[in-house]
């Protein structure tokens, strides 16, 4: 029989023999269970059962044991920081086995290429130091492998001017990073058409280029997963480019990088698609917190964003993009800028834009078709003369089929507070203000041709405008005063639906002797008053039940 290690007991029986005894209670004789002749003092640890115990345990011996992981100073590794340990590391990396990096700096002078069904540990990210000397060769390149871990180290690049990656990944998938740094490469970690990947605790710090950057050389990138990882001092702390899809990001802190906390764009590939982000926070970025050239059909749920960079908070000419929740505070431009179609921005709050150019930036600018601006607060605290935020929401001319409901504008801003630029339909409902601004903050712009002042004489009918010069069907409200009034009486208020060939008019309410009609698509006022009367009048865009709370 054989019994674990820990209570195994043994005497030298001689100079060329052990005996290992089993232990029966304290002071009892033993009995020899098993004896092996050696040779200068050693012993094959082929020969040397290895019992783990407990109940099911597998009998093997030492040496299967210790093949289970093996440690990169069996292959002569020093780790001293300063021996060059690339040619030591790569063969045990070449036995296929799982390979342990004991406390140390190991130095290497080019690329390390593990094996496919490997884990590469260290004793941890203090204490487990790869060190690589080349400015051009990446520390790990993975090329089509699959099931490889690293974990529980540090990976540095000593070279100045850096053109490689800490660790390069292409074409295979079923990959896992565990409590890495990696930094002061070109990127930190480098994603080309692999798939299947799982970082978590993974630090990207101080990279000439990216921090984290996943890209495609044709065949797309597909489910790269962030779980608590770190980006910082990079230039972009994530770039996404091209043909990669289905990634997911999880409570990342993408920080003081040079230009963006995150990017995405496209290229010759196609676009980055169905990004799932959740709780990523991007504070102090040089330019903009979140940047979305092209990028369609993604999320980005409770995120968070402080920059003071020369661009924006939240940049999207993306597609699909729906912004839930989170929180974007204090920028030197607009706090979320809307250029692609169907963006959505649902439940955030967004505070003291453009903090550094007054009356110029907005909490929201819009210049996109079909946007939605749903439950979220606006607040401004800047008052002076170079910190003013413009507008609560800017909804410029190129607007069309918008949807902004349900928010509350609070603080320090222009007038309108909600700014209609746009002609097209919009909807606009339950806007609310604190206390001490007036509810006429949100208000459609008048047209230039539909305004102007009009003498009808007495029994005359007259044509005010025609809705040909508004040429956009539509709803509208139409205004007629008392030109030079002291008491701004109104003559006329109507209602008017724009059709294709005619339209309608439904009077709210005229004053006795005064009549609104339309002809074709003239509107007319008929003149009963009993003398002659001087009206001034206005076409004003009607954007929806409710839209002007008067």
């Known amino acids: 029989g054989s019994k674990q290690i820990a209570d195994v007991n043994y005497s030298e029986a001689s100079d060329t023999t052990i005996a290992f005894f089993t232990g029966l209670n304290a002071g009892d004789l033993v009995e020899v269970i098993y004896n092996l002749p050696i040779a200068a003092g050693q012993i094959d640890a082929s020969n040397i059962l290895y019992d783990q115990g407990g109940v099911g345990a597998v009998e093997s011996t030492v040496q299967k044991k210790l093949q289970e992981s093996v440690s990169v100073k069996d292959f002569g590794a020093k780790g001293d920081g300063i021996t060059d340990d690339t040619t030591a590391i790569q063969a045990a990396l070449t036995s296929g086995n799982n390979i342990y990096f004991p406390q140390g700096t190991y130095v290497i002078s080019s690329a390390l290429v593990p094996s496919s069904n490997q884990t590469i540990f260290g004793a941890g990210i203090n204490f487990t130091i790869i060190k690589q000397t080349s400015a051009s060769a990446n520390a790990f390149t993975l090329n089509n492998l699959l099931w490889v871990t690293i974990k529980d180290l540090k990976i540095i690049c000593s070279a100045a001017t850096p053109t490689n990656d800490g660790i390069y990944y292409t074409l295979g998938q079923n990959h896992f ?3 890495v740094q990696v930094d002061s490469f070109k990127n930190g970690l480098h994603f080309t058409s692999a798939n299947g990947i799982l970082l978590s605790n993974v630090d990207a710090t101080n990279n000439t280029q990216n921090g984290f950057r996943l890209d495609s050389s044709g065949t797309p990138t597909i489910g790269v997963n962030f779980l608590s990882c770190n980006a910082y001092g990079n230039i972009d702390g994530i770039l996404v480019v091209g043909n990669v899809a289905g990634c997911t990001l999880d409570t990342l802190n993408l920080a003081v990088n040079t230009n963006n906390g995150i990017e995405f764009v496209s290229d010759g590939t196609g676009m980055p698609t169905n990004f799932f982000c ?11 917190g979140y940047l979305i050239t092209n990028l369609n059909q993604s999320y980005f749920n409770n995120c968070w964003s402080s920059n003071r960079g020369t661009g924006h908070n939240f940049y999207s000419a993306g597609t699909q993009i729906q912004i839930i929740g989170g929180f974007f505070n204090g920028c030197n431009g607009h706090g979320i800028e809307l250029m692609g179609p169907y963006n959505s921005v649902i439940g955030a709050t967004i505070s003291n834009a453009g903090v550094n150019t007054a009356n110029t930036y907005d909490a929201i600018y819009c210049t996109s078709t079909f946007p939605v601006v749903s439950g979220c607060s606006m607040y401004s605290g800047n008052s002076g003369a170079t910190d003013k935020t413009r507008y609560a929401i800017n909804l410029t001319s190129s607007v069309t089929n918008a949807t902004i409901t349900g928010n509350n504008v609070i603080g320090v ?5 909600i700014n209609v630029g746009t002609t097209d339909q919009i909807t606009l409902q339950n806007i609310s203000n604190n206390a001490g601004f007036e509810n ?16 009808v004489l007495n029994t005359a009918t007259t044509t005010l405008t025609t ?12 205004f007629v005063g008392q030109y030079g009034s002291t008491t701004g009486g109104i003559y006329a208020l109507a209602y008017v639906r724009r059709g294709s060939v005619s339209s309608q008019i439904f009077t709210i309410h005229a004053a006795t002797g005064i009549a609104l009609s339309m ?21 004003v865009k009607y954007v929806a039940d409710g839209a002007i709370n008067v």
């Open 519 to 539: 002809s074709g698509q003239n509107i007319q006022l008929t003149n009963t008053f009993g003398g002659d009367i001087n009206a001034d009048w206005s076409l």
């Open 177 to 179: 990073v565990t409590s």
């Open 440 to 455: 006429t903050a949100v208000i459609a712009n008048e047209f230039g041709s539909t305004y102007g002042t009009q003498t």
């Open 413 to 417: 801003f222009g007038t309108p507070k």
């Open 278 to 288: 959740t709780k990523l926070i991007c504070d102090t970025n040089g330019s903009s």
């Open 467 to 478: 809705l040909d010069s508004v040429g956009i069907n539509g709803n509208y409200l139409l």
